[in-house]
């Protein structure tokens, strides 16, 4: 099936499979989280609404930098998402108590922190994307930027000086697919861009260009897998979840 956005845009969920296209420079950068598991037979359609925003960057002015964040409550039916970690569930409850929801749930969009989206409605997501870029950003820089020997990612970050703001960096793979054999999706074969396989937050402190670093045991999963990653670093207030700023570089091993 197509998937449609609001800015009139169809394609097909095979451009997936595409390099993801580079947004200009002059674009702003808008953060979208999606929150999803191979448990659940309403996520492929999130899923692929990602992949569009990733790989084909449609919406202008923006670049949407992406992150899908597999959770872990599904893994009861026949079926244990290999991409989920339970750090991504405590970071959707956060969600749940800045949203006042009476749940966590899945598919659950979340653009730049401060509005989420049903993962069925892919025009106010649109919508949301295009309002969020009004929002100037601060300018974060990643530098440094590798995977060591030992399997650990070291880089550091610079932006402007901020209060009581928090760093937070995310390894995800590029693309992934898994043939999933059980559970609401059993039989079918998912793709995915910009899969999490190790997020966490750094305080404010680290912003000053110090060296970072998430450890090896941090990434064991996306060692085993071997696909290409990237790392997205953004900065939120920890007052109202709103994202300050947010980057992301391709990385080397």
Same mark, same amino acid.
């Given at each position: ?14 451009? /997936? ?37 990733? @790989? ?9 930098? %992406?992150?899908?964040?597999?959770? @872990? ?22 969600? &749940? ?7 966590? /749930?899945?598919?659950?969009?979340? %653009?730049?922190?401060?509005?989420? %989206? ?15 870029? /009004?929002?100037?950003?601060? /300018? ?12 650990? %990612?070291?880089?550091?970050?610079? @932006? ?82 709103? &994202?300050?700023?947010? @980057? ?6």
């Amino acid at each position: 099936m197509a998937v449609v956005l609001a800015v009139g845009l169809i394609v097909s969920p095979a451009i /997936a499979q595409q390099s993801p296209q580079a947004a200009p420079a002059a674009s702003s950068p808008v953060l979208v989280e999606l929150f999803t598991s191979e448990g659940c037979s309403d996520c492929p359609p999130a899923d692929a609404v990602l992949e569009v925003l990733d @790989t084909r960057q449609p919406i202008p002015g923006v670049q949407t930098i %992406v992150l899908s964040e597999h959770v @872990t409550y599904w893994n009861h039916q026949e079926w244990s998402d290999p991409f989920s970690l339970d750090i991504i569930d405590r970071h959707q409850d956060q969600y &749940v108590r800045h949203f006042s929801l009476p749940s966590p /749930a899945t598919p659950q969009f979340v %653009v730049d922190g401060t509005e989420q %989206v049903a993962g069925n409605d892919p025009p106010k997501l649109a919508q949301e994307i295009s309002r969020a870029a /009004a929002t100037p950003k601060l /300018a974060i820089q990643i530098a440094d930027a590798h995977i060591a020997p030992d399997g650990s %990612v070291n880089f550091s970050v610079k @932006t402007a000086a901020v209060h009581k703001e928090t760093l937070v960096a995310a390894v995800a793979e590029n693309a992934n697919q898994s043939q999933v054999k059980g559970g609401e999706n059993a039989g079918k074969t998912l793709h995915y861009v910009a899969v999490v396989r190790a997020y966490k937050e750094f305080g404010s402190s680290a912003l000053d260009g110090r060296p970072l670093r998430l450890s090896g045991s941090d990434l064991q999963h996306a060692e085993k897998d071997d696909e290409p990653l990237r790392l997205v670093v953004f900065l939120y207030n920890s007052s109202n979840s709103k &994202v300050l700023g947010v @980057t992301e570089q391709p990385l080397t091993r």
